[in-house]
């Protein structure tokens, strides 16, 4: 037989046919091919060998790869070795198994890097639920009623999306997250039963209040209609929101019989307003003529008994528009208080008890001035220059003093 190579260069077939396989332990037989040619016997179970070859070469590519978990290559790595030892074929069996030997530090490696990741993992799954069990108390604890249910579907879809960890830390945050949503839960609906309560109790108001407007939007009596309806709108305001279509319903209702009153109103006045329009000019022109004739600086007697007749005057003409009101009553309240002023300011200098509290004070300082010279001379001329210099420094004072009250004196027509 020619030299063989390869995994043939491993076997031998017997003159009866029978195939041999050499392994590190010795020759072995793995089969007998009857009748066959010798080179096919062995080829057929050399081509056996190649395939538990390939069966090594997808395993490690499927490992190296990471096709294979490392419990799932194991299982793998012990099927095949099964199959190689004592495997009826032609090849380099110890090779082969050798091979599979290699694997193993390979899979302890992968197994390694496994558990890394999945620590790795479940570190940043933590940390996401942490997050997310944080805001879902934030949002627990807040107000928003309507973002607030959004944002929960959101935050619980994502929960669910995530990995577990492990049991007592996912259990511990899972219970956190679903109180914060139960509590918040619990807090919309009973937030919105209130308002709703709130929003039942103010349509009632509010179809009273119509009611006690109905009413008052045919009456005439411009003035205590007004301030009735300006306390409804007070009592409307303070009943808070009604449901929406009905709160505007309502406000539609309660408005058509305010600009019903209103409107009457206001036509009313117009026409009383145009009916007073003559009264404007007569008050003008009063205005126009005795406002160059009052000078209570000059004549005070003359400018009363002036303010006197024009008051009278006043009136006799009778009501104004109320467009013309304010500015006819700002020039009257001018010349009035030009009269009050000047008329305050007399009695200030003639009143009696003034001038007498002036006269008295000037006296009472005059009496201390009388009193200290005495007391300087006395010093002197026992020569107490100290005592006397201190007496007459206490009269320059008083000096000053008495001219002052004089003066004020003077001022009162003392």
Not at 45 to 56: G, I, M, P, Q
Not at 97 to 114: D, G, I, N, Y
Not at 120 to 127: F, S
Request: net charge negative.
């Amino acid at each position: 037989m020619s030299e063989m190579t390869g995994p043939a260069s491993f076997g031998r077939v017997d003159t009866d046919g029978t195939v041999f396989v050499r392994t590190p332990d010795g020759e072995r037989a793995v089969g007998q091919v009857a009748g066959a040619d010798p080179a096919e016997a062995l080829a057929f179970y050399v081509r056996r060998f190649e395939n538990l070859a390939v069966e090594v070469d997808l395993l490690e590519n499927r490992l190296k790869g990471g096709a294979l978990t490392p419990d799932d290559a194991r299982k793998r790595i012990a099927q095949v070795k099964a199959s190689v030892h004592g495997a009826a074929a032609v090849g380099d069996l110890a090779a082969l198994e050798a091979r599979l030997e290699a694997l193993s530090p390979l899979v302890e490696a992968k197994t390694e890097e496994r558990k890394a990741a999945r620590a790795a993992q479940n570190e940043e799954t933590r940390a996401a639920k942490e997050e997310m069990v944080a805001e879902a108390e934030r949002i627990a604890a807040g107000s928003d009623w309507r973002g607030g249910v959004n944002r929960f579907r959101t935050l619980l879809d994502q929960w669910k999306a995530l990995p577990r960890i492990d049991k007592a830390t996912d259990d511990a945050l899972w219970h956190r997250f679903s109180t914060a949503r139960t509590t918040y839960t619990r807090r919309r609906k009973h937030q919105f039963a209130e308002q709703s309560a709130k929003r039942d109790e103010a349509k009632t108001v509010k179809e009273a209040i119509i009611d006690e407007a109905t009413p008052l939007a045919e009456s005439t009596d411009w003035g205590q209609t007004s301030r009735d309806f300006r306390d409804l709108m007070q009592r409307w305001k303070a009943a808070g929101p009604a449901q929406r279509e009905i709160d505007d319903k309502l406000w539609k209702q309660f408005r058509a019989l305010q600009d019903r009153f209103f409107n009457a109103r206001n036509a009313a006045q117009d026409a009383q307003d145009e009916e007073f329009r003559g009264n404007q000019l007569a008050k003008e022109a009063l205005l126009d003529e005795y406002e160059p004739q009052i000078h209570p600086d000059q004549d005070l007697a003359g400018a009363k008994q002036l303010y006197r007749e024009l008051l009278d005057r006043w009136a006799e003409i009778g009501k104004v528009p109320r467009d013309a009101i304010r500015g006819l009553d700002n020039r009257l309240h001018r010349i009035e208080q030009a009269v009050r002023e000047r008329e305050a300011a007399e009695w200030k200098r003639t009143d009696p008890q003034a001038r007498e509290l002036a006269t008295d004070t000037a006296r009472k300082i005059q009496a201390q001035i009388d009193d200290l010279t005495d007391k300087a001379t006395k010093a002197e001329a026992r020569g107490d220059a100290k005592k006397a210099k201190e007496h007459r420094d206490s009269i320059a004072t008083y000096q000053t003093w008495l001219e002052q009250a004089e003066r004020a004196a003077h001022d009162f027509g003392a």
